[in-house]
């Protein structure tokens, strides 16, 4: 699992433009370096956002529902754990059909 989250940030690092981190990441510290750059994002660069989270196969309805059914101040952490859980979910399926 902690390889499919160090694939997980290696993914989204040139996306989200993360910083390099030197310690052991779990999905929680991911999620939490993740979350105030989508959160800036969803008021600068909302675009540049969607697409990502098209690219990334996060689902249309998911999508939505965080967008218009989250409180504000929790729609940054909650589109930022649906982008790595996502992430992770791919690269997963990718190895289950890889063997």
Do not use: W
């Amino acid at each position: 699992m902690r390889d499919n989250i160090q694939s997980t940030m290696e993914f989204l690092k040139q996306d989200f433009e993360l910083p390099l981190v030197k310690e052991k990441l779990t999905e929680e510290k991911l999620i939490q370096l993740l979350t105030p750059i989508v959160s800036k994002m969803l008021d600068r660069e909302f675009e540049k956002l969607l697409n990502i989270c098209y690219r990334v196969d996060l689902g249309e309805n998911r999508l939505k529902a965080i967008l218009h059914e989250s409180p504000p101040e929790n729609m940054a952490m909650e589109l930022a754990t649906a982008l790595v859980k996502r992430q992770v979910q791919k690269i997963e399926i990718r190895q289950k059909y890889s063997k």
